[in-house]
């Protein structure tokens, strides 16, 4: 280029920048001034291979630098200043870096990217501002890309909490993610979030016990009760588990379900009680069970506020006035032992006095773990055992009850007489009469387009 005297350095530039954008595939990119005295001198050798008296600026987005021999006006008072134009060239067709977006020479950092929203983004969709400021940032906003998602499970009253009080209706399960259902745990395939409905199908209760009205049996169960002297005052009234006056389900055959950790979303009853669904009670041919029914407008609810989370089901059965009382479906404080005759024997607690465990009964054996292995695995056989006559013994409120199976077990080739046999974990016995399976559809929205269009 031409040197030029008595023109300004900032007439130059402009005249130059002129230049390279009229230049087609070309933009300035920076403008990078040095200075040096009078006697000039040739650049640093470490230049990184470029032409001796050129500069160039580090670009993260790869564009081709083009380099540009400094250009030099006359000195004026014994001093020459040098500056270098620096420009980047981008391939044929790409659009040009935005002004805003490029970095100073030799200082690249890159944008600053909020995760949080990022991430939302991801399962909500952009939504406007409008919803981002009003709507919880765990929940779809109503312009948001959504879907509903529908999962299935069992409740089984066998992997039930063993602290889960079935003496007085309620059924408690913790909820794990992934995995399958194994003791005190169901699993699901993903976390149950923003939940807006659940269907409940029907299932089969055990037979539950006449509410007491037995003069005897009410004044040995409450000893305080002996004051008032009470007596018989006619015959108690016939009938079965359904049909009698002394059912536990005296109100048109009527029994309500509360998920109690889903809050106040609920049908609200008298005396404190509360539901989601009502059920009718039948007794099926086989007469061994008491079969509940999901009304018509009842086996589905919805929630008007969806809920969060569920980690969790807690749930109680009233009548619906007053909590149902259940048999045990499993005992948990069990052990094991070789009787005198070098049979295998259980003796078991039954804490409440609830049992109805009887001769002949279909059980199974859990976590029964002595050591020897061929042992172990017929104990743990999936088609169960029966109670055998031989050494049955019903429990009191002070003796534990005790039973063989049928077959006998020997044991003498592992364990003497009149011991007690080890296991190494908690033996459980499960009571196929009295186990509950509770079937559920859980319905909950998602941050993603499904094959449901709406809830």
């Excluded at 588990?241 to 889903?262: G, K």
């Excluded at 052990?335 to 024997?345: C, K």
Aim: aromatic share 8%; charged share 20%; glycine share 8%.
């Amino acid at each position: 280029m031409a040197q030029r005297g008595g023109d300004s350095i900032f007439e130059l530039q402009r005249e130059l920048m002129a230049a390279e954008v009229a230049s087609e595939g070309r933009h300035i990119r920076d403008l990078k001034f040095s200075g040096r005295s009078a006697g000039g001198g040739a650049p640093p050798a470490a230049n990184g291979g470029r032409p001796a008296g050129t500069a160039a600026v580090y670009d993260p987005r790869r564009h081709a630098v083009t380099q540009h021999p400094p250009v030099r006006r006359p000195p004026t008072g014994g001093a020459r200043e040098d500056f270098h134009i620096v420009s980047t060239h981008r391939p044929q067709g790409t659009a040009a870096i935005p002004a805003a977006r490029t970095p100073p020479a030799g200082s690249y950092r890159p944008e600053t990217i909020d995760v949080k929203e990022v991430q939302k983004q991801m399962m909500f969709g952009e939504g406007s501002e409008l919803e981002d400021e009003h709507f919880e940032k765990n929940r779809p906003a109503p312009n948001a890309v959504y879907g509903i998602s529908d999962q299935y499970l069992v409740l089984d009253s066998f992997l039930k909490l063993a602290s889960s009080r079935s003496h007085e209706g309620e059924f408690d399960f913790n909820v794990m993610v992934e995995g399958s259902s194994r003791r005190q745990s169901i699993a699901v395939s993903a976390t149950l979030e923003n939940v807006i409905e659940i269907q409940v199908l029907g299932f089969c209760i055990p037979l539950l016990r006449l509410d007491v009205f037995d003069p005897a049996v009410l004044t040995a169960e409450n000893p305080g009760l002996g004051i008032l002297n009470l007596a018989a005052n006619g015959a108690l009234p016939a009938g079965d588990e359904i049909t009698s006056s002394r059912s536990q389900i005296p109100f048109c055959r009527r029994v309500t379900l509360h998920i109690r950790n889903l809050g106040r979303q609920a049908f609200i009853d008298r005396q404190n009680k509360s539901h989601q669904f009502e059920f009718e009670a039948s007794i099926p041919p086989t007469n061994d069970r008491i079969l509940l029914t999901p009304l018509s407008d009842y086996s589905v609810f919805q929630f008007t506020d969806p809920i969060k989370e569920i980690s969790a089901f807690e749930l109680r059965f009233n009548n619906p006035d007053n909590n149902l009382v259940f048999p045990p479906d499993c005992y948990y404080v069990v052990s094991a032992l070789s009787d005198a005759g070098q049979l295998l024997q259980f003796d078991y607690r039954d804490v409440h006095g609830l049992g109805n465990l009887a001769v002949g009964d279909r059980i199974y054996i859990e976590c029964f773990a002595s050591g020897e292995g061929v042992l172990d695995r017929y104990i743990a056989r999936p088609e169960g055992h029966l109670v055998g006559a031989g050494g049955f013994v019903a429990p009191t409120a002070s003796t534990p009850g005790s039973f063989r199976l049928n077959p006998d077990v020997d044991v003498s080739a592992f364990f003497a007489a009149g011991v007690a046999i080890p296991s190494t974990t908690s033996i459980t016995i499960c009571i196929a009469k009295n186990r509950v399976r509770i079937p559920l559809r859980v319905r909950k929205v998602v941050g993603r387009l499904t094959n449901y269009k709406s809830p």
